[in-house]
Nanobody
Framework: QAQLVESGGGLVQAGGSLRLSCRHS???????????MSWYRQTPGNQREQVAR???????IYADSVKGRFTISKDNSRKTMYLQMNSLKPEDTAVYYC?????????WGQGTRVTVSS
């Protein structure tokens, strides 16, 4: 049974927006607070690359390719992480994965596909 459940992928035209969500199905709130959360993406034949990260303190880091277009955030009350993607480009097409790291735990979502048409 998947622990990280992703949603929000799909097909969008260039310039459009999508919001990805990632929720841990059984995480307690205190653990959520102490978790570092990230979004990665992967295209065929390429390594998985980190797109954005948010620490337990709320510090955010972005890949240069998405700065100013993507925003990572989290909602403690919903124990959910988000990736708001604006001004999407065809090169953003990939499978997007969420990742939660806390203590000795390193958990991945199943991936959600984002396709941006030109």
């Amino acid at each position: 049974q998947a622990q990280l459940v992703e949603s929000g992928g799909g097909l969008v035209q260039a310039g459009g927006s999508l919001r990805l969500s990632c929720r841990h199905s059984r995480m307690i709130l205190s653990t959520f607070w102490s978790t570092t959360m990230s979004w990665y993406r992967q295209t065929p034949g390429n390594q998985r690359e980190q797109v954005a990260r948010i620490t337990s303190d709320g510090i955010t880091i972005y890949a240069d390719s998405v700065k100013g277009r993507f925003t990572i955030s989290k909602d403690n009350s919903r124990k959910t992480m988000y990736l708001q993607m604006n001004s999407l480009k065809p090169e953003d097409t990939a499978v997007y994965y969420c990742n939660f790291v806390w203590g000795q735990n390193d958990v991945w979502g199943q991936g959600t596909r984002v396709t941006v048409s030109s």
